[in-house]
């Protein structure tokens, strides 16, 4: 039986297609869905307390929140977990800006951490709404050693056999070995 | 009566080496608890697969509640959201934690546990990202051991330190915005009750800057 200890199935991950692009300079886009009508598992937010020092309070405005998403590959077929954290963070002024946190794991292949910028610049896809962008700071597993940029906005499908619309958070990331 | 004791035979040997699974001298790890911010969390916001025996031996099937994810490429992962509570036991951040199974352990080594990540936010302050290894081979010999004395499959004490940092499965995390952009450090946790209630999410968080 100890033997047999070595060789027993311990969980794994089903692995699906991953639809990835390569790109010119030698990187790949790949992207990620969020259904906003079914992929929510997890939310919370807390206030912050003003006096006598910024401090939290369990009640409050909800000027900081926390969800996790299940994610989707290119298919539509999830294929992992993101978690997004929302608050403000002091600027080398000292003045309070927004930041936006992601973390998204594909327990197949691994994680990226991505880390929205501060100051949005222009919209990359003028056709989409509330589009925001930022870096791609990390990852592990298959993402090991890769940075990049990543796109975030809210786009709309309608199946053309219903006619219903689904609107999706698109996670669009395009990484690159960070030797190159 | 032969049958009846090749039976008891069979049945005495496989506890003989459930126990000495349980007991196995080749399991264990590096372990240290560098942590000097330590923040502890009691949360019910979790979801996911059973992070006790059963979900780590891949029984999940066996447990008395279904997996929270059915689908194949997540069902052996969890999520939870925690209030960050720091030693006065004032709300101090808000916690994400995910975690997936290591599918790269071997039960004969004692390598079973779960490759763990953290998104931590302190308003007003910054945020910072966690990556580590939570070894749940103490729960499941522990587990092991309740099982052979009858019990349920289920580990007994009230708090595990589950994580390891050595130079393979390193417990590090990054800052990622405002006072702790650019900071990093080492990060350990200490997950209580697992596998007694998988609805509650409890322990600390303990964050040390190199």
């Known amino acids: 039986m100890l033997a047999g200890a070595g060789v027993y199935p311990l969980p794994g991950h089903e692995r699906l297609r991953s639809g990835i692009e390569a790109m010119e300079n030698g990187g790949r886009k790949e992207d990620f869905y969020i259904d906003l009508s079914t992929d929510q598992v997890l939310t919370k937010k807390a206030g912050v307390a003003a006096f006598p020092v910024p401090a939290m309070s369990v009640a409050g405005s909800e000027s900081l929140s926390a969800s996790v998403y299940k994610i989707r590959n290119s298919d539509r077929d999830v294929v992992g977990l993101a978690a997004q954290v929302t608050g403000n963070v002091p600027d080398s002024l000292g003045e309070p800006v927004p930041a936006v946190n992601w973390i998204l794991m594909v327990p197949s292949r691994g994680t990226l951490v991505l880390d929205q910028e501060r100051v949005l610049p222009g919209s990359l896809i003028p056709e989409m709404a509330s589009v925001q962008q930022g870096t791609v700071v990390s990852g592990d597993g298959e993402f090991a050693g890769l940075n990049g940029r990543y796109v975030q906005a809210e786009i709309t499908e309608t199946d053309y056999d219903s006619g219903n619309e689904s609107r999706y958070i698109l996670l669009s990331t395009r990484v690159w070995s960070e030797a190159e | ?210």
């Open chain 2, 1 to 210: 009566m032969r049958a009846l004791t090749v039976i008891a035979g069979l049945l005495s040997g496989a506890l003989v080496a459930v126990l000495l699974l349980a007991l196995n001298p080749f399991a264990g790890g590096d372990r240290e608890a560098p942590g000097t911010s330590a923040y502890s969390f009691v949360s019910n916001d979790v979801a996911g697969m059973r992070r006790g025996a059963f979900g780590v031996l891949n029984l999940s099937l066996l447990a008395d509640t279904p997996p929270d994810f059915h689908e194949p490429t997540i069902e052996n992962s969890y999520a939870a959201i925690t209030m960050l509570r720091d030693a006065q036991g004032g709300p101090a951040g808000l916690g994400v934690k995910l975690a997936s199974a290591d599918s790269g352990g071997n039960l004969l080594t004692g390598d079973v546990g779960l490759k763990t990540y953290w998104l931590v936010f302190w308003p007003n302050q910054g945020s910072i990202h966690a990556r580590g290894y939570e070894s749940l081979w103490p729960v499941v010999s522990d587990s092991l051991l309740s099982a052979v004395f009858g019990g349920p499959l289920a580990a007994r004490n009230e708090s595990y330190e589950m994580s390891v940092v050595d130079a393979d499965k390193e417990g590090v995390w990054k800052g990622l915005s405002g006072i702790y952009y650019d900071d990093a450090g080492y990060m350990t946790t200490v997950i209580t009750g697992p596998g007694i209630d998988n609805d509650i999410f409890q322990g600390e968080l303990e964050l040390q800057p190199y």
